[in-house]
């Protein structure tokens, strides 16, 4: 903002600043790791007290899918990371349609969510449900924790799809461009964060013997 | 950015409700935060003064137990999530950041805005329980577990705001780390920023590492009273420690959070007011570091009569004493920054010496709730009660108080009746003190803290501190009524140095033009405090 006198501050707020925004984006993650670390530690304290019961439970649970899902969320990370790339050499085109394969993968990753906890329930494995209920103590933390870590995560890829909608709005719109695409980069912090923390659920949830 | 005419002050120019709660402008958001800030202290001591008069003779006199029980942790919410933790940076972060680094706003003001509309409905949320739902919880400000989880009153909507105004304390400290490292004008090197900025830095990076960790911890206890899985409660199955543990991780730094901008706060007065200086930059600016991360370790100090192993408490004690020794730093530099300083006595600077006294009996009470054997005797007594004021009210709330008064003639441009201060400060210390030394007392003679009763030989020290309460609430009207009377009716107009500081902000008109400076600032050659090469600043 210029000053009536022609005087300019050399350093403003309010000029776009790419350095700025992927440092805050950097300090929210720290955040979002730290509110998943919380659970991480309940998860840990909960399976060492009750460790038959967790290994029990974790047998329930459908191998196959979770690969499916882990599967789908690297390449949808890889498909991202290939827009920003496709963003910075030019080709919005190419970028855009990177983006659409990235929020395909985000979809078909909430499908197989879906398909999984329904069958879940199906079962009477949610939290309220008599089946539950009547499950020994460590299996009930057992699901219930899957519930809630897998859901938290899922609302996370939500938040995700919608912030990489927005990001191809924006492209087709022409306000991300060769020179200033730093929303694409922190869509794909963001999204790569949302995929490292899979990463960790699949294998304390499903894989662990 | 559009041009906008700057002959105008930050306050003059767009005018009406919406004009400011829709501003991006820094210094408006600032404003904004201390008009709630100081209506939520004012319905925070309203209620703290209440439990005094419940407390004035033995027996129920005014309330009854629920009431009294439910009363303290409203009292303890509102004061701690809704003032204390938001308090200096919130309202003083916000409005001098930016110009004591010699830029125009935070690095993204937009999120700043953000951040207060987040912080106003977490705000009413929890302001809520008053009315609907089934009372407010009786909990204590602690939520302990498993109590919470089968009270029937309205925990669950007391936690979302604590969740919620977790998210914007997140974002506040967010945007400040970006904007230190980003924003500062050209020659402010690190080492030569004010050292407000630097406690705030320390700050914002506790914020932003603790502040999660309770967000899903409060989660937690909200899905538990939906679902009831045994996550908390031990009759089926779960293991309220885990809580403890979780809760005080959190909250444990976060009295950091409410102590380090208070520090930054007193390493700018007290230059400006001995005119020499500061003693000591480079150790106060990375003691706050060093608070920040020690901070972090030693959340078990609050546990040591809850179930630990030997080996932990004795980790965490050692861990505890070892925050004595940064937090003695600053104490000393401070002191010796007065010593051989050409003192001028103004009300700011009374302020800073009360919060040095007042601190320090704050601190050396701490130490004993510290140490392994006392605090078997102290613990839920209270002696904590007195500690933990001395450090907050005594300590963080002198420190507002100081600065208000030493940032008031910038904000405003107006000058407050510096004899009606004084006199109001003098108040407030005796009151401040005769309020809280006597329940020191009562806690090394064992009286228990969070009942509504006691019994018949804890009365004088119980009485003395109700008197004190009454003192207090005195001097904070008189204070209050004199900044409100020179808001309104001052016709001084203090320029652009009342103080003689050297800080960035001094250097800019009072109150400052809508982009901070009217012409460059001008940076001291030796750091922030050079008073031996201090920048003219002409009117």
Redesign the interface.
Known sequence: ?????G?V??????NR?A??SK??MW??L???L??????F??YM??RM?NHEAFLLSSFELDVTMGTINTVVLLVSSMTIAMSITAIQKGNIKLSVNLLYATLAAAIIFMVIKYFEWSSKIHHGLF??MDYYESLP??E??FF?LYF?MTGLHALHIIIGAVIIGVVIYRTKKGLVTSEKYTLTENAGLYWHLVDLIWIYLFPLFYLIH | MATVSTDLNYLQGKKGLFSWIFSVDHKRIGLLYLYALITFFLVGVTLGILMRLELLNPGKDLLEAQTYNQIFTLHGVIMIFLFIIPSIPAVFGNFFLPIMLGTDDVSFPRLNLLSWWIYIIGAIMALSTLIFGDGPADTGWTFYAPYSVKTGTNVTMSVLAAFVLGFSSILTGLNFIVTIHRLRTPGMTFLKMPLFAWALYATSWIQLLATPIIGITLMMIVAERFFGVGLFDPSIGGDPILYQHLFWIYSHPAVYIMALPAFGIISELLPTFARRTIFGYKAIAFSSLAIAFVGYFIWGHHMFTSGMSGTGRFIFSILTFLVAIPTAIKVFNWVATLYKGSIHVHTPLLYALAFIFQFMIGGFTGLLLGALATDIHLHDTYFVVGHFHYVMFGGTGFAFFGALHYWFPKIWGKMYNAKVANTAFTLLFIGFNTLYFPMLIAGLMGMPRRYYDYLPEFHLPNMISTFGSWILAVGLILMLGNLIYAYFKSKEKPGRNPWGGITLEWQTQSPPPVQNFDRMPELPKNGPYDFEHKPTIKE
């Open positions: 903002m210029e000053h009536a006198s005087f501050l050399p350093n403003s707020g309010h600043d350095e700025a440092m805050g300090l929210f720290f955040t979002e730290l509110l998943f670390g919380g659970l530690i309940v304290v909960y007290i939290p309220g103590k460590g009930g933390l219930y809630f």
